[in-house]
Nanobody, 115 residues
Framework: QVQLVESGGGLVQPGGSLRLSCAAS????????MGWYRQDPGKERSVVAD???????YYADSVKGRFTISRDNAKNTVYLQMNSLKPEDTAVYYC?????????WGQGTQVTVSS
């Protein structure tokens, strides 16, 4: 089992920034990919960004140029720096850890972009 604890969500005005963190513990695999998904009420969870163990990144088109994913393997932590936030970025953001052991999710953190 892998436990994931997210932090950093909150309320921010349009154009503002937030930084999400996700710390992993437990049966962490060295080759695991990590990432962030988000989900609006009534909608499916969709990928925001992910990063491989070697640092290769992927971004959804809607966040390219505004969000940056990074990871600190020594701390087993993945980050999501979110800049130029828009109201449509409002969602619950979930951290994910993917390895040969399976897919593990964090509990989610709410991000609300509103004036």
């Amino acid at each position: 089992q892998v436990q994931l604890v997210e932090s950093g969500g909150g309320l921010v005005q349009p154009g503002g920034s937030l930084r999400l963190s996700c710390a992993a513990s437990g049966a962490i695999a060295s080759g695991a990919a990590m990432g962030w998904y988000r989900q609006d009420p009534g909608k499916e969870r969709s990928v925001v960004a992910d990063i491989s163990s070697s640092g290769i990144t992927y971004y959804a088109d809607s966040v390219k140029g505004r969000f940056t994913i990074s990871r600190d393997n020594a701390k087993n932590t993945v980050y999501l720096q979110m800049n130029s936030l828009k109201p449509e970025d409002t969602a619950v953001y979930y951290c994910i850890h993917v390895s040969t052991l399976g897919r593990f999710w964090g509990q989610g953190t709410q991000v609300t972009v509103s004036s």
